[in-house]
C-alpha cells in the first residue's frame, strides 16, 4: 500500500467518473431550464410561498441567500433559503427548485421518519467525517508496523466512515420524497402545465443523481478502505 502503485485506486475511478458526469448533468439541466420560462410567470419565491401556504405551512419565512442553488429547507429553525436566483425567476428550473425544497418542509411538517432520521444523524456525521480517515491509516500504519492495537483503531475507523454510508444511504429516499412532493404540488397548484412538467422531472432527477453520486463514492471508498486492511493483515 505504501510502495509503488496502490491497484485499489482502480475502484475508485468509476464512481469518480459519475460523480463528474452528475454534477456536470445537474449544472447543463439547470442551465437550459433556467432560460425556460413557466407561463403563469410565477417566481420560485411565489411557488414556495404557495406550496407552504396551501400545506398548513403558513408561518414558516423565506429568507434570500446569496450564491446559486444555494437554495435549503432548514428544518432546525424552520425556515426557507431561497437564492436570489430561485426567488425572482420564473423559469421552470427556478420553481422546480422552490418546490423541492418546500417538499422538505412538507416532510418536517409531516415528521417524515428519514427525514428526521436524518436531522438526528448530522451531528455524528459532521465528527466521523472529520477523523474516520485518520484514524483508519493510523490503524493501517499501526498494522504494518506489527503493533497490536492497530486492527482495534482501525475497525474503529471503519464503523465511523460505515456511519457516513449510511447517512448517504438515508439521504436518499429524502430527496427523492420531497421531489415528488414537489411534481406534485406544482401540477395541482397550476404552477407547471403538462409540457413544463417534464422540465421540472429533468431539473429535479439530475438533481437526485448527485446524491446517487455521493452514496456511490462512499459505498466504493468503504470497499477500498476494506481491501487495503485485507493486503495489510
Same mark, same amino acid.
Given at each position: ?10 475502484? *475508485? ?9 452528475? /454534477? ?21 419565491? /411565489?411557488?414556495?410561498?404557495? +406550496? ?9 419565512? +423565506? ?5 446559486? &442553488? ?36 412538507? /416532510? ?29 491509516? &493510523?490503524?493501517?500504519? %499501526? %498494522? ?21 454510508? *449510511? ?17 406534485? /404540488? *406544482?401540477?395541482? %397548484? ?28 462512499? &459505498?466504493?471508498? *468503504?470497499?477500498? +478502505? ?8
Amino acid at each position: 500500500m505504501f510502495y509503488g502503485f496502490d491497484p485499489t485506486v482502480i475502484i *475508485l475511478i468509476p464512481a469518480i467518473i459519475f460523480t463528474v458526469y452528475a /454534477q456536470r448533468k445537474v449544472q447543463s439541466t439547470y442551465a437550459a431550464y433556467s432560460r425556460v420560462p413557466t407561463k403563469r410567470n410565477i417566481t420560485g419565491g /411565489q411557488t414556495a410561498r404557495m +406550496i407552504l401556504d396551501r400545506n398548513g405551512m403558513g408561518h414558516v419565512p +423565506i429568507e434570500i441567500v446569496p450564491g446559486n &442553488l444555494t437554495d435549503n429547507y432548514d428544518p432546525t429553525k424552520d425556515v426557507m433559503h431561497l437564492s436570489e436566483g430561485t426567488n425572482n425567476s420564473s423559469s421552470i428550473a427556478a420553481v422546480a427548485v422552490a418546490a423541492h425544497e418546500s417538499g422538505h418542509a412538507m /416532510q418536517d411538517g409531516a415528521n417524515y421518519r428519514f427525514l428526521k432520521l436524518r436531522i438526528a444523524m448530522v451531528p455524528a456525521v459532521n465528527m466521523v467525517s472529520a477523523f474516520s480517515m485518520p484514524i483508519i491509516m &493510523l490503524g493501517i500504519i %499501526l %498494522l504494518v508496523a506489527g503493533n497490536g492495537t492497530g486492527s482495534m483503531i482501525f475497525n474503529i475507523g471503519v464503523i465511523m466512515f460505515a456511519v457516513v454510508v *449510511l447517512f448517504h444511504t438515508i439521504t436518499l429516499p429524502v430527496e427523492f420524497d420531497a421531489s415528488k412532493r414537489a411534481l406534485e /404540488q *406544482l401540477v395541482g %397548484l397550476g404552477i407547471v402545465d403538462g409540457n413544463e412538467v417534464n422540465g421540472a422531472r429533468k431539473v429535479l432527477s439530475a438533481a437526485a443523481m448527485t446524491y446517487v453520486a455521493a452514496l456511490a463514492v462512499s &459505498l466504493v471508498m *468503504l470497499i477500498r +478502505i476494506l481491501l487495503i486492511r485485507g493486503n495489510n493483515n
